[in-house]
């Protein structure tokens, strides 16, 4: 008999939890648009141990989303790692990308890009009390750090520096532990990330950036291929969010801490 | 379709041949403390015994992707074991890879070794003792010729998973198929599921021959009884 009654709650339970699944599954309505971000990125896209999310991506999408008509409770935000931003705008899965997104040919391919919103430069991070690397030729005897795959590596390996020792790890955040303890002499990405992680409070004072800007990184708004009404509209926030001066208040709050200035906002390139 | 392959950028061949050295020199470290493991797990010595025990129940039951991290972050940066290769960070990733995945894949090893040891008579064992052979006579001349031969079939069940489990190398740099994969990845977004059938026919390559090379193997060595 108890046996019974089990039985009964656990098929009354499984058909409550699949007429749920029903009705929570339509989260594309009108009424939230879906952003995707980092959360593991210091300064730009970053999910708080409280599940708050800050960071300079965080505001620029936020503002642009407010411009297109959606308060800031409305946004879901979506994890999108980097090699996984192209599949979730083209299945429609967020409904744009402000995720250190840099615009590059072969990924308008797949899809298309408003702004820039920040221009950010391949640099160094390295130890505040080193002075032996001025410039990118002096990493040829050091130990580089850089995530696997990532195009701050490649460009290390192929022109930068190709005979500098490079570590590859899976995230940064590895690549700084190497750093505090000797085992790397620096780290490399765009300034605009590795100023975040120079300005995490466990870090703090322990590393500077080497300024060399080694390359330029146009971060962009990554949308559906072909949105060219979205492109439009996104871009018209972006100009906005620079002329009210929200931009430069969001670099402040963000890349202040670490020391870091993106300099003036970019010209808006991707129009159709 | 498949142009971006000629890019000379993309080492495919070289990236797999890691891949297989990865294999092998895990492999052999593996089956060596894998068998020693088992000559540890059914010794008469009680602290051996617990010993083999606990490593396989520890290893075990960790991730993959821990230990080949701990290696790293932990013998590596914080310890300083470079495993003789200093200041080459390619060969440290490389050798610190090989002995997460030999110590890992020994648990495996030794667990398929063991099954194996119980397949043998124990008429055998008491037959070898009664001859005044030693415990260690007895396992390594009696028991293990017999338990290798009737676990092929299991060790090439754990050599395939170990030859996939190499890609765990990529989260500390090695740079095999699953790094350049990585690679490829970032930089031909519109040809992702391309690069994704290409690794996977890449190990299909590696693996299916080693599966069946070793099946036709189990099935030639098998024990009659």
Redesign the interface.
């Known amino acids: 008999m108890r046996f019974r009654k089990t039985g009964a709650a656990v098929a009354a339970a499984l058909a409550l939890a699949v007429s749920a699944t029903a009705c929570g599954g339509d989260s594309g309505s009108d009424d939230t648009i879906t952003i995707g971000i980092k959360f593991d990125q210091p300064g730009l896209g970053l999910k708080t141990p409280d599940g708050a999310y800050e960071g300079f991506d965080v505001d620029v999408a936020t503002y642009v989303a407010k411009e297109l008509g959606y308060e800031a409770e409305d946004i879901e935000w979506k994890q999108s790692p980097s090699p996984e931003r192209e599949n979730l705008l083209s299945r429609g899965d967020v409904d744009m990308i402000a995720a250190t997104y840099s615009i590059t040919d072969e990924r308008k391919e797949k899809v298309s890009f408003a702004g820039p919103y920040l221009i950010a430069h391949q640099d160094l991070l390295i130890r505040s009390d080193e002075t032996a690397i001025t410039d990118a030729s002096d990493l040829n005897d050091k130990n580089l750090c850089s995530v696997g795959g990532s195009t701050s590596a490649q460009n290390v390996k192929n022109e930068l520096a190709p005979e500098a020792e490079l570590q590859e790890f899976d995230t940064y955040s590895k690549c700084l532990d190497g750093l505090s303890k000797g085992t790397v002499d620096a780290l490399t990405t765009d300034d605009a990330i590795l100023a975040g992680y120079a300005a995490q409070e466990n870090y703090e004072g322990q590393f500077k950036l080497a300024g060399l800007s080694l390359s330029d990184e146009n971060y962009g708004i990554g949308l559906k291929k072909g949105d060219t009404e979205m492109q439009e509209k996104v871009n018209a926030a972006l100009e906005k969010m620079v002329e009210d001066g929200s931009w430069k208040e969001a670099v402040d709050k963000h890349f202040g801490p670490a020391g870091y200035d993106p300099g003036e906002a970019p010209e808006i390139t991707e129009k159709s | 379709m498949f142009d971006f392959l000629d890019s000379p ?1 993309y080492n495919l061949l070289g990236a797999f041949w890691l891949t297989v050295q990865l294999t092998v020199f895990s492999g052999i470290g593996a089956l060596v403390w894998g068998t020693v493991l088992a000559g540890m797990r059914v010794s008469p010595v009680p602290v051996m015994r617990a010993f083999g025990t606990a490593y396989v129940n520890v290893v075990r039951n960790t991730p993959l992707t821990l230990i080949i ?1 701990f290696t ?2 932990g013998l ?3 310890l ?1 074991i470079t495993l003789g290769a200093e ?4 060969s440290i ?1 490389f050798r610190l890879a090989v002995l997460g995945l030999a110590a890992y894949t020994a648990t495996f090893v030794c667990e398929a070794l063991r099954s194996g040891i119980n397949t043998v008579g124990l008429g055998q064992a008491e037959a070898a003792r009664a001859l005044g052979l030693s415990f260690f006579q007895v396992l390594w001349s009696i028991v293990l010729p017999q338990a290798f031969r009737s676990v092929v079939a299991p060790l090439a069940n754990v050599l395939i998973a170990l030859t996939k489990n190499t890609t765990v190398a ?4 090695v ?1 095999e198929a699953a ?1 350049l ?10 040809a ?1 599921l391309l690069v994704f059938a290409v690794f996977a026919f890449g190990f299909i390559v590696l693996t299916l021959p080693t599966g069946l090379v070793l099946g036709w193997l189990s099935k030639r060595v098998a024990v009659k009884r």
């Open positions: 950028q991290v790293s972050l590596y940066n914080s300083g200041g080459d960070i390619e990733n990529a989260a500390i740099g740079a790094l994969m990585k690679e490829m990845i970032e930089n031909e977004s519109d992702i």
